[in-house]
């Protein structure tokens, strides 16, 4: 399958990490950007079509900051925090603060993290025609190639990552998922052992569609075993 030439927005104030993720994209068909900050970041994002945002999270504060408001504006938009140490806590509070992906620099398997920032954009830009482009659970409606969830004919945002699990969950409506299934769905077979991630995604699942997040009647843990989405909604 042909790939169309994808706009990668790299924000950093570092040039020795653009120049370096530039030469990684350099034999693919990406065309990176940079952005000093995020005024610069949000300037880049009016003005051109992105498929991909690498965040670089070298002031944690901030960089969690730019990459909250970057998801509440571009709630679809796939966004890679880009790290010096990978550490658990950091991981969470990426994916706490929106990221899709939490990567540490300087990247040692270039390979996999490229083919990781093609397939977060080939999933941004999933279209699917015909018939099964909507699934509906209840007062839950999926538009698959518009990219797109309402609850009750009010649209919610979702991040890509969101959008997946939801995906994933309402196509088995009624039915449980395993932990390591849906983190398989969701990010990929290697990280199945990483039950943490799910924990974030699915209590952010439930800020935006139950009442009462802290006691959900929808979005159901299935004790020991995974995550299901009622199927009589």
Not at 17 to 36: G, K, N, V
Not at 215 to 230: A, D, E
Request: charged fraction near 25%.
């Amino acid at each position: 399958m042909s790939f169309k030439p994808a706009n990668v927005l790299v924000v950093t104030e570092s040039v020795p990490i653009f120049s370096h993720l530039q030469r990684l994209f350099e034999p693919l068909s990406f065309s990176p950007h940079q952005a000093a900050d995020l005024p610069q970041a949000l300037l880049c994002l009016r003005r051109g079509d992105h498929d991909v945002v690498l965040l670089d999270h070298a002031d944690p504060g901030r960089g969690l900051a730019v990459c909250r408001t970057l998801r509440d504006l571009y709630p679809q938009l796939p966004l890679f925090l880009l790290a010096e140490q990978d550490h658990p806590a950091n991981r969470l509070a990426a994916l706490d603060a929106g990221a899709d992906e939490f990567v540490v620099q300087p990247v040692v398997a270039e390979r996999a993290f490229c083919a990781r920032v093609r397939s977060a954009i080939r999933r941004y830009r999933l279209t699917i025609p015909g018939s099964g482009e909507r699934l509906m659970v209840g007062d839950l409606l999926l538009d698959f190639a518009r990219h797109r969830v309402q609850q009750s004919g009010c649209e919610i945002p979702l991040t890509p990552t969101e959008f997946r699990a939801l995906r994933a969950l309402m196509e088995q409506a009624g039915r449980p998922i395993t932990h390591a299934k849906l983190l398989a769905m969701v990010w990929g077979p290697e990280f199945t052992q990483h039950r943490e991630y799910l924990r974030v995604l699915i209590r952010g699942l439930r800020k935006k569609l139950e009442k009462d997040p802290g006691h959900p009647v929808y979005l159901l843990t299935h004790s020991h075993f995974g995550y299901l989405i009622r199927g009589d909604r």
